[in-house]
């Protein structure tokens, strides 16, 4: 079965602590989708991965394919990082359809100043 | 370019109402997605379309809804009759390539059927 699961469900931080979020899934990827939902409900896409490690600005994504495990990186955390992070994965699925993502449950993040 | 523009933004109707949600990609973007969240089930793939043709219909709850996209430019989702379990938050997103390539999200149409 394919399954993405993340952790932790709910993180709470203070302002410029180093935040880390995790997703693992079951079985091979073609690629991860690293997503940002604010309050407001809008989702953004922060990172699409399918090895390495990616930047930008305070953000880090790395994925270890080897391991099926995937960490969402937040450097000197702000409030306004507050939001609900969401991982998403195309599973290899032999060429049928490359447009079906499987969702984890999303961490909600909260930074206090 | 304005992004991915979805419409209406809020939608309250009754129970056995027709319902229609609409969506513009971004110019350019060969493949359009419709999304379902709700609390219970999180985001969930409706239906995907790659140039304009509907691929992977798989998330469609039943035979109340129903997708088209007539053009590159343009997407519907209609509901009919509509019942209080669809209430949710519908996103349309789009990509150049599909789900393997950087996905661009509406800002999503909440609905609520009383």
Redesign the interface.
């Known amino acids: 079965k394919n399954e993405v699961e993340q952790s932790p469900q709910n993180l709470t931080a203070q302002e410029g602590e180093f935040i880390t979020i995790n997703c693992s899934y079951s079985v091979g990827i073609?690629?991860l989708?690293w997503?940002q939902q604010h309050p407001g409900?809008?989702?953004?896409?922060l990172f699409?991965l399918?090895s390495g490690k990616k930047k930008h600005g305070r953000l880090i994504a790395t994925i270890n394919i080897q391991e099926k495990h995937s960490s969402l990186h937040i450097t000197a955390s702000h409030p306004r990082d507050s939001a609900v992070y969401?991982c998403?994965v195309?599973f290899n699925a032999g060429g049928t359809?490359?447009?079906?993502?499987t969702?984890?449950?999303?961490t909600i993040l909260t930074v206090h100043p | 370019d304005a992004g991915v523009i979805q419409s209406p933004r809020h939608e309250v109707t009754e129970m056995g109402q027709e319902v229609t949600l609409r969506c513009k990609p971004i110019s350019g973007h060969n493949s359009l997605f419709w999304y379902r969240q709700t609390m219970m089930r999180g985001l969930e793939l409706l239906i995907y379309f790659n140039n304009n043709v509907p691929i992977d219909d798989s998330g469609m709850p039943e035979d109340r809804f129903s997708a088209k996209m007539p053009n590159a430019s343009f997407s519907t989702l209609k509901i009919q009759p509509s019942e209080p379990r669809d209430s949710a938050v519908y996103f349309c997103a789009s990509s150049f390539g599909g789900a393997g390539e950087k996905l661009f999200f509406g800002s999503g149409t909440q609905l609520s059927v009383l």
């Open positions: 073609s690629a989708h997503l409900g809008g989702i953004v896409s699409m399918s969401i998403a195309l359809s490359y447009g079906k993502l969702f984890g449950q999303g």
